[in-house]
């Protein structure tokens, strides 16, 4: 088969699964919302943007990237969100946090490039090395002195290890403590997300050139997306809880990722495939730090944070039982506790 048929033949298989997931999610939503009750969106609350002052980060590219800070202290904790997400996604954390020895810490959190509410990106930057220069930019903006403990969940603890392995002489000097929640150093092109093994061997070999396709025609997968209701809403449970929580917070996170396009989503699909961070670890290894993850994580399983853990001997496991992707959701208060110890192991003075 000459190149150019290869490529109509790919286009037209991308275009054939676009508008058969647009069609599947109106034909699911119709056949399944009679059967499944979920609320149309969150509470206020938990929709609402973080407390705090907003400001405005320019990125090395010159790209805005959305923030909000809060509090005051000598130490800085700066969030990192992850894939299809936003900053919202650390409420819990977040409030718990501003409390730590009565208020002794600062708190920082941005949108990630594409997300939340920074600008979007061209594709040719959305790479992990671009978040990882992002983070340096916020960090000099939002963190000009003093001591840092950098949080980071899925993508955003891929985020940090870019930082790391680019500029390893900030840990330790100034990043003193650095948590990494459900998250991974690479091997990610390996994962079966939970499928069956035909499946995810299946999913293996098509989803490196089927979601860039499938980017092309981003607007019929968001259409499928927002007509998929409670089939969304059932998968984003199953990919992001482990247990039973509270429909609020399935609603949350169904929001969040209807809110990021498609085509965001597969901008930054193929980065993932060669991320490759296990040696750049090597600078937590005077760091405290923390690595947590649930038992039924089927983004980034647990053992990619036992992997972690091997290689940065010091390191406090965490392997929540019954918790999935977004453990900080779904185990707020564990969460919270354990960023709170490592905020005292950081800083104990």
């Not at 499946?199 to 019929?220: D, E, I, N, T, Y």
């Not at 809110?259 to 901008?267: E, H, K, L």
């Amino acid at each position: 088969m000459s190149a150019s048929r290869r490529r109509r033949t790919a286009a037209a298989t991308g275009l054939g699964l676009a508008g058969a997931v647009a069609g599947a999610g109106i034909a699911l939503r119709r056949r399944t919302a009679d059967r499944v009750h979920l609320p149309v969106a969150p509470p206020a609350g938990l929709l609402a943007d973080l407390a705090g002052e907003r400001g405005v980060v320019l990125a090395d590219d010159g790209l805005p990237l959305a923030t909000v800070r809060r509090g005051s202290g000598p130490l800085t904790v700066v969030f990192v969100h992850g894939y299809c997400v936003d900053r919202r996604s650390w409420h819990y954390q977040w409030n718990a946090l501003a409390s730590w020895r009565s208020g002794g810490a600062r708190l920082v959190a941005y949108d990630l490039r594409s997300h939340g509410g920074s600008a979007r990106s061209r594709p040719e930057a959305a790479t992990l090395a671009q978040l990882g220069r992002d983070l340096l930019a916020v960090l000099a903006a939002e963190v000009p002195g003093g001591p840092v403990v950098l949080v980071g969940h899925s993508m955003g603890g891929m985020t940090i290890m870019a930082l790391a392995d680019a500029h390893p002489e900030l840990f330790g000097p100034r990043v003193v403590g650095v948590a990494l929640l459900s998250t991974s150093a690479g091997k990610l092109g390996e994962l079966s997300y939970g499928l069956p093994a035909g499946v995810g061997v299946m999913l293996k070999h098509v989803s490196p050139w089927a979601v860039p396709l499938l980017g092309q025609r981003s607007h019929l997968i968001d259409a499928g997306r927002r007509a998929g209701g409670p089939l969304g809403a059932w998968l984003t449970k199953r990919y992001s809880f482990a247990s039973e929580v509270p429909p609020e917070r399935v609603a949350l996170m169904t929001t969040l990722i209807e809110s990021t396009p498609f085509a965001v989503m597969a901008d930054f699909f193929p980065a993932f495939a060669s991320h490759d961070k296990l040696r750049a670890l090597g600078v937590l290894r005077s760091v405290p730090t923390l690595v947590l993850v649930g038992d039924a994580d089927l983004q980034t399983p647990a053992d990619h944070s036992r992997e972690i853990a091997r290689a940065v001997p010091a390191a406090e496991l965490v392997v929540v039982p019954r918790a999935g992707h977004m453990v900080m959701l779904e185990h707020p208060e564990v969460v919270s506790a354990r960023l709170a110890d490592l905020l005292d192991r950081a800083c104990p003075a």
